[in-house]
């Protein structure tokens, strides 16, 4: 069995989707690591799933990260990644969730359980998607958006040049002509991560 489900990239104008098709045997933590590949992020901050609001409800995180216990709230409980499947919570039970990425910058995803695709696979697929998703250590929402606005000027001063030598970006191409959305190139990162596990 699969599960198919549409990711979105809150707060973005347009918006920043994914659709990908997933084994319902995997863990919350190799769901993680999907969305890494299909949104383009680094893999260095740390997350959790929210089977309610974002932050104000039970969660499925990383095992070490207890440390943030104190930050958040514990009367809500908490899942490990690494031993929660997606058919504990997808197989009828719940039709959405959020998922944070980086507390600082406050990537918040909302995951939609779209209908079970007839299709069967053995590793993620992505297999719809639209706009190019925010580089990590951005800033936020602001900050991706100060970035493709400069990106995106035929006259760039200096403090322009400024931040785009600053992320190593050239000055010469928009955000969306670097960092394109490509099906393909996602799907074979993803097909390369998931094949070796």
Not at 32 to 61: K, R
Request: glycine fraction near 4%; aromatic fraction near 14%; proline fraction near 4%.
């Amino acid at each position: 069995m699969s599960h198919k489900l549409k990711i979105t990239l809150e707060y973005t104008d347009p918006k920043v989707y994914r659709t990908v098709i997933v084994p319902e045997k995997i863990t919350f933590d190799d769901l993680h690591l999907v969305i890494q590949c299909v949104m383009n992020w680094e893999n260095s901050h740390l997350y959790q799933f929210n089977l309610g609001s974002p932050y104000a409800s039970d969660s499925i995180t990383e095992p070490d990260e207890d440390e943030m216990d104190n930050f958040f709230s514990s009367r809500f409980k908490k899942y490990d990644s690494t031993k929660t499947y997606l058919s504990d919570f997808f197989n009828g039970q719940i039709k959405k969730m959020s998922y944070i990425y980086d507390y600082g910058d406050d990537w918040i995803h909302n995951i939609t359980v779209l209908k079970k695709p007839s299709e069967e696979v053995l590793y993620p697929i992505c297999i719809k998607g639209e706009n190019t998703a925010p580089i990590d250590d951005i800033g936020g929402i602001s900050g991706f958006y100060d970035l493709m606005e400069t990106m995106g000027k035929k006259r760039k001063n200096a403090k322009d040049k400024e931040m785009l030598d600053w992320y190593g970006l050239p000055k010469t191409k928009t955000y969306e002509e670097f960092f394109r959305f490509d099906l393909d190139e996602i799907n074979e990162i993803l097909l390369e991560n998931f094949k070796q596990s």
